[in-house]
């Protein structure tokens, strides 16, 4: 069954350091990968996307993430981290065959920062 | 160029009571999901209209039901409201068709409290 996972539940960083937050699938053919944030009480907002071609990929507010086919992993990276990074994670894949491009999100991954 | 805006932002009903949350989907977009998000929770798939059709559905008991209208905005419908219904329910919109990379623009949800 295609899946994604996030296998940690929190991560906690001090203000400044660095961050990897990490992702992993599980699909017979690489999917589209995604990684999304959430602030408490808000939607989520879209801070990256791998669709092909280079493994590093930049988004929004200073995120990264590595494509890792061998690992079947794609995972969060930010150099130094800020307080207003505090919120929770989640990675999510679409199939890329099918035709139905519909998400599956991992459980997520709680940012806590402290200063 | 409008974003994804839900109705209500929170209501509180009782158990067997019915509820319809509503969804505008941002502009030039012709395809809604709907999640379902428990406190500490993932996004759960709940369904996906293409073109005001169902294009997918998770694993949803039928007293889940939707509706998308020409416009593409949408509805989410739940009868016999339980307990365990309560919960943030998130609202996406995306490009479906051909093009699609399943890439969501979310709205900001509405919390349902079933007492």
């Known amino acids: 069954a295609q899946s994604v996972t996030q296998p940690d539940i929190h991560i906690t960083v001090s203000e400044g350091a660095s961050l990897e937050l990490r992702c992993n699938y599980s699909y017979g053919a690489t999917p589209y990968l995604f990684w999304y944030v959430q602030s408490p009480g808000q939607g989520l907002q879209l801070l990256l996307k791998y669709f092909s071609g280079d493994t590093l990929v930049q988004g929004i507010k200073g995120f990264e993430a590595e494509f890792k086919r061998s690992q079947s992993s794609f995972n969060l990276r930010k150099p130094s981290v800020h307080w207003s990074d505090a919120a929770e994670y989640f990675c999510a894949a679409v199939p890329t065959s099918g035709g139905s491009y519909i998400p599956t999100f991992g459980r997520g991954t709680s940012l806590i920062v402290h200063p | 160029e409008t974003g994804v805006t839900q109705s209500p932002t929170h209501l509180i009903k009782t158990r067997g009571q019915q509820v319809t949350l509503r969804c505008s989907s941002q502009?030039?977009?012709?395809?809604v999901s709907w999640y379902q998000q428990a406190l500490g929770q993932g996004p759960q798939f709940i369904f996906q209209y293409y073109r005001e059709e169902e294009n997918g559905r998770g694993n949803f008991p039928p007293r889940f039901s939707g509706l998308q209208f020409p416009n593409y905005s949408s509805e989410l419908n739940v009868n016999a409201l339980e307990l365990d219904d309560s919960a943030l329910y998130l609202c996406?919109?995306?490009?479906?068709?051909?093009?699609?990379?399943?890439?969501?623009?979310f709205g900001e949800g509405s919390r349902l409290t079933v007492l």
């Open positions: 502009s030039g977009h012709n395809t």
């Open positions: 996406a919109s995306s490009l479906g068709g051909r093009t699609g990379t399943g890439e969501l623009f």
